[in-house]
């Protein structure tokens, strides 16, 4: 695997977002299964940025590159939207009471998955392909009071992505768990 590095950025502002947990998975398939070779955890700096050190991986034979998952979560809401390592991002909202600090905002997990082979599933709304160059930026979504919000989104790639997740049934339970006061108007 080579080295990754990105900053993870709110999309709407573009603004780099510290503290923003992150996961890598390299898998291999094998045998009609799917096996972990790598999995690492950090977490973004003070400028968004994260990186992963190269690694070499021999493979066995009748062994083959799965592909590779980056997954970027908030720890705000890890509890509302649990995320283990590896995989796509889903939306499995928790129904437990939200409780935010004033003026806190959400974001709503991404995994940027590659996988190779005939089990290849299409990358959508919070999975998408990844591409890794010098300087990329992985765009994390917030949780808007309304979808038509979207359409002011900075990095306009990901206006259609961010309505469809504002508009679904967690974005929506997540705004009426949030007490008034906290909501923010972004």
């Not at 089990?119 to 309304?146: C, D, E, Y």
């Not at 979808?147 to 306009?156: F, G, I, L, M, V």
């Amino acid at each position: 695997m080579p080295p990754i590095s990105a900053t993870v950025v709110d999309a709407s502002t573009g603004k780099p977002l510290p503290g923003m947990s992150v996961c890598l998975q390299a898998r291999i398939w094998e045998f009609g299964n799917v096996s972990v070779l790598r999995e690492d955890q950090t977490h973004t700096d003070s400028s968004g940025r994260f990186s992963f050190a190269a690694s070499t991986h021999v493979l066995e034979i009748l062994q083959s590159w799965e592909g590779c998952t980056i997954k970027v979560t908030d720890p705000k809401i890890k509890d509302y939207f649990p995320q283990p390592c590896g995989g796509f991002a889903f939306l499995t909202y928790d129904e437990r009471q939200v409780t935010p600090k004033d003026g806190t905002l959400f974001y709503f997990p991404v995994a940027m998955v590659e996988q190779l082979g005939w089990h290849r599933a299409v990358p959508f709304g919070a999975n998408r392909k990844m591409i890794f160059l010098l300087g990329t930026t992985i765009p994390l979504i917030p949780v808007l009071q309304s979808p038509e919000q979207c359409s002011s989104a900075r990095d306009s790639s990901v206006v259609g992505i961010c309505v469809g997740l504002n508009g679904s049934t967690e974005a929506y339970r997540l705004r009426r768990a949030k007490p008034e006061s906290d909501s923010p108007a972004h």
